[in-house]
Every structure is written in structure tokens, then in C-alpha cells.
């Protein structure tokens, strides 16, 4: 049988009018109501499949186990905890900023370059090598049946970069997943990406 992995980013931590920040691993914020609004989205999304739903994990953040335990209601299955590898990144200089500053102290082609190939701007703190070791050892786990991951923007991306896929954008929207499937023999498949339900 076809594992199935869900990567799902965590719902909005701004509110309308409120200008988004370049937020990362130290900066821990809650949902925002339209981002409980999206995680619930998420959780009846996910109850309304017919696959099962074998393990449900998030990142460490507040957002990203907020987001989990919404999903983890809709389907009656509890999360089994937080795992590293799928905190956020740390943004360095540029934690906090208003987008704006940021593209005007790295440039939009160093952004470009993350979202489309997943190479970080300068000082940003990312630990490429461990988080794609983390992430094919967690695909070569093997089983059946569906995992989510509920994780962050930053971190989202190497799970495509693990497998060697490349979508148009690594970037997912919040609210949003992308599924994978893995045949127990074969390549990995990329099913969709930045979905929102």
C-alpha cells in the first residue's frame, strides 16, 4: 500500500490590516482567529477522507502545535507530540522585519532563490544538511496509511528538497498543505502542492 505524507503549514499568525513580519524559529506567536479559522479548515478537510490517518505530528512553535491539535479534534486523534527537525528557521537579522526591509537588506532575487530553490539569504540560520538528513529518515520510515505533518513555511520546503522534487515554488501558503505518496518500491510522487481545503 501507498504511504501517504501531508505537509501542512500552520494558519495565519497576523490579523487583517496587520502588517506580516519575517517571523521564524524565535519568534513564538498564536494563531490569529482567521488562522484557527483555516486550522479547523484543515481538521474537516482531513475528517472527510476516506484514508486513515496514522500519525499526526508538528513542529514545535505554538502556531504549529495549535494548528495540529485544531486538526487533531476534527479527526478524533489526538497529536503525538512535536518534532524538531520541524521547527522554523531562524531569519537571522531579518526576524521581525516587515517584508519590505527585508527585500531591501537581501534583494528579491536572494528571496527568489529560497522560495524557488531553497538556498537561504546570508545570516539567515537554516541547517540545510540536518534537516534534509531528518526528513528522507522520516520518508524511509516506510509503513501505510497517511502521516501529517503540521510544520512552518521554512521548513516545509525540505521535504521537496529531500526528495528532489521542484515544484514552481517551495513556498506554502498558510492554511495550505502539499502531499506526497511513497510506493514501497519507487520514487517518491508529488501529488499537490499549497493546497488550501
Keep these: 500500500m501507498t504511504r501517504r505524507i501531508f505537509v501542512i503549514r500552520h494558519g495565519n499568525t497576523f490579523a487583517p490590516g496587520e502588517s506580516p513580519r519575517r517571523i521564524g524559529a524565535r519568534t513564538d506567536i498564536p494563531l490569529v482567529e482567521s488562522g484557527e479559522v483555516q486550522a479547523d479548515a484543515l481538521g474537516a478537510w482531513f475528517a472527510a477522507q476516506a484514508f486513515p490517518v496514522v500519525r499526526l505530528f508538528s513542529g514545535p512553535l505554538l502556531r504549529t502545535r495549535q494548528t495540529a491539535a485544531r486538526i487533531g479534534a476534527a479527526i478524533g486523534q489526538a497529536p503525538e507530540g512535536a ?4 521547527g522554523e528557521i531562524d531569519h537571522g537579522p531579518d526576524e521581525g522585519l516587515p517584508e519590505t526591509e527585508v527585500v ?3 534583494g528579491a ?3 527568489a532563490a529560497w522560495d524557488e530553490q531553497g538556498i537561504a539569504p ?4 537554516v541547517d540545510s544538511d540536518a534537516r534534509l538528513t531528518a526528513w528522507r529518515a522520516f520518508f524511509a520510515e516506510g509503513g501505510e496509511g497517511a502521516d501529517l505533518l503540521v510544520t512552518s513555511n521554512g521548513a516545509a520546503r525540505f ?3 529531500a526528495l528532489g522534487l ?5 513556498k506554502l501558503r ?5 502531499e506526497l505518496e511513497i510506493a514501497p518500491e519507487g520514487p517518491a510522487h508529488l501529488v499537490r502542492w499549497d493546497v488550501r481545503p
Design 104 to 106: 531591501a537588506r537581501v
Design 166 to 170: 521542484a515544484p514552481a515554488t517551495l
Design 159 to 161: 521535504a521537496l528538497l
Design 109 to 111: 532575487d536572494a528571496l
Design 122 to 125: 546570508k545570516h539567515w540560520i
Design 174 to 178: 498558510t492554511g495550505a498543505f502539499g
Design 83 to 86: 518534532l524538531s527537525w520541524l
